[in-house]
């Protein structure tokens, strides 16, 4: 009679380490999406969310170490589980990508948190500096003349924006930008003929974790054009991972692309007249 292996394969218990790292695993990325929910909802302070944030990779990594002691003890003793670990590895993988990535980042960036356009006049906090000034917060004055030097040096294609079409319509272009990445707009002034400066201030969100960080845009005639100026600053941590640097990148080039299809106005047409008689004497 032919032996049965199949009875015997499937009689072999669960590895309980198998499960254990497929847990921790599923329960990184529950920690991940809360401590997300806080910051996004503002349901508690930031450091809630980051405690869960950081105890969620700490899960992440204790599942990995699991999950090779899981790998050892099916090797030795021929338990059950394999699919459970790779699972487990999968998960941990996807948590801890992001924050490796912005490890990478910070070692890589000067550990600044506050990029203008204008390092000299660089545009104010003024309606923001209320949402500034609460405990652990970044001020709302600019970060001096040594985060300027370190901006140079990492990010020196940001400038100010020159532009040859009129302040008012430079504000309309800025402005349709700013809505359409549907940030906070938190106060918006139009140039007039009493203020001839123009300003928008609102708020953006990191893509992941949706920390606020706080955006002033001023606009000032240049002859017949206008310039640009432009300030994004953290409002939490010293090091921004160079999100705000991107941020202010990416504007430049829309607005200078929006401000290039604008069209110029047409001229006023006269209506033709008739030549003038010659009267013959």
């Excluded at 003890?73 to 589980?81: E, H, L």
């Excluded at 123009?198 to 974790?209: K, Y």
Aim: proline share 7%.
């Amino acid at each position: 009679m032919a032996r049965r292996f199949s009875a015997p394969y499937k009689s072999e218990p669960v590895s309980s380490l198998a499960s254990w790292a497929r847990n921790l695993a599923v329960f990184s990325v529950v920690a991940v999406l809360v401590s997300i929910a806080i910051v996004r909802f503002g349901f508690l302070e930031i450091k809630p969310a980051l405690a869960t944030f950081f105890g969620a990779l700490a899960c992440a990594g204790l599942s990995i170490l699991v999950g090779l002691a899981a790998f050892v003890a099916i090797w030795q003793n021929g338990s059950r589980g394999m699919s459970r670990i790779l699972t487990a590895f999968l998960i941990d993988a996807v948590v801890l990508a992001y924050p490796a990535y912005l490890g990478v980042q910070y070692r890589k960036l000067p550990a600044i948190h506050d990029i203008t356009t204008n390092p000299i006049d660089p545009p104010r906090f003024e309606a923001l500096a209320r949402l500034r000034s609460g405990e652990g917060t970044n001020p709302a004055v600019y970060a001096g003349l040594y985060s300027a030097e370190q901006q140079r040096r990492a990010y020196p294609d940001i400038e100010t924006i020159e532009l040859d079409i009129p302040m008012q319509r430079a504000f309309e272009v800025t402005l349709q930008l700013v809505n359409k990445r549907k940030w906070l707009v938190i106060d918006e002034r139009a140039p007039q003929l009493s203020r001839r400066v123009g300003r928008i201030e609102a708020v953006a969100r990191t893509p992941i974790m949706g920390f606020r960080e706080d955006v002033s845009i001023r606009i000032t005639p240049d002859g017949d054009g206008s310039r640009v100026d432009i300030r994004s600053a953290s409002r939490y941590f010293e090091s921004d991972f160079g999100s705000n640097a991107a941020r202010i990148s990416k504007l430049i080039d829309d607005i200078n692309t929006a401000a290039d299809n604008v069209k110029p106005a047409k001229p006023l047409l006269l209506p033709k007249q008739p030549p003038p008689k010659v009267v013959k004497k």
